[in-house]
């Protein structure tokens, strides 16, 4: 059964830090991980998708790693600003069509 | 582009009484996707449609909840009884096919009191 994990559960940064966000994911028979950004009160946002033959996406400040072997994917923001605050969550696209997300990492930058 | 759209966007219901949610997904996409995301929690799925067919509903509680997709389009989710552990944000959720990138609608808020 597929488990995925998010660590930390909460990160404080200052403004302009770069900082990662880790995602786990107890089976690699994954087609796909996806990045997710949620504000409070709101639905989410799709950041990146990484299908299983690649190993990272980018899209401006963000970048995302995928590494099947280790089950681990990597949520990198560089110089973080405060309206990057929010809960991010990854979830992994898994045997039989299946979508499993972690519990999210909420961010908070403090300008 | 239109995105994904729900109705309504907050419900307050006593226990034992029904509730349906609405949602219209992105044109085109055939995969429809429903979620629970209880607070402090990640979204769930309940159910997954390929056009009007259903691909995964192993997660739906089906002796409360049901859901439909008529004509591979709208789709509409159903809580009939409530119980106050169904309190949670619903999430409908579309995508052009089964492996492709997902994009969520604004959510309902239910209150079960």
């Known amino acids: 059964k597929q488990e995925v994990t998010q660590i930390p559960a909460a990160l404080s940064v200052p403004e302009g830090e770069n900082l990662v966000l880790n995602c786990s994911f107890t089976?690699?028979?994954?087609?796909?991980l996806q990045w997710f950004r949620q504000d409070p009160g709101k639905g989410l946002t799709s950041l990146l998708l990484i299908q299983s033959s690649q190993r990272e996406q980018t899209s401006g400040r963000l970048n995302a790693s995928l590494d099947k072997s280790s089950g681990r994917s990597t949520l990198y923001i560089a110089a973080s600003q405060p309206g990057d605050s929010a809960t991010y969550l990854c979830?992994?696209?898994?045997?039989?069509?299946?979508?499993?997300f972690g519990a999210g990492t909420r961010l908070f930058v403090k300008a | 582009e239109a995105g994904v759209a729900q109705s309504p966007r907050y419900k307050i219901i006593e226990k034992r009484q029904s509730v349906a949610f609405w949602c219209n997904p992105i044109s085109g996409h055939a995969t429809l996707y429903w979620y629970q995301q209880i607070l402090g929690q990640g979204p769930k799925l309940l159910i997954q449609?390929?056009?009007?067919?259903?691909?995964?509903d192993s997660q739906l509680p089906k002796d409360r909840f049901s859901a439909e997709r008529l004509k591979g389009v709208d789709s509409t989710l159903k809580i009939q009884p409530a119980k106050l552990e169904d309190s949670a944000v619903y999430l409908c959720?579309?995508?052009?096919?089964?492996?492709?990138?997902?994009?969520f609608g604004p959510g309902t808020r239910l209150t079960v009191t």
């Open positions: 979830a992994a696209n898994t045997g039989g069509f299946k979508t499993i």
């Open positions: 089976d690699s028979a994954i087609y796909n």
């Open positions: 449609f390929q056009n009007n067919g259903v691909v995964d």
């Open positions: 959720a579309s995508s052009f096919g089964n492996l492709y990138e997902q994009y």
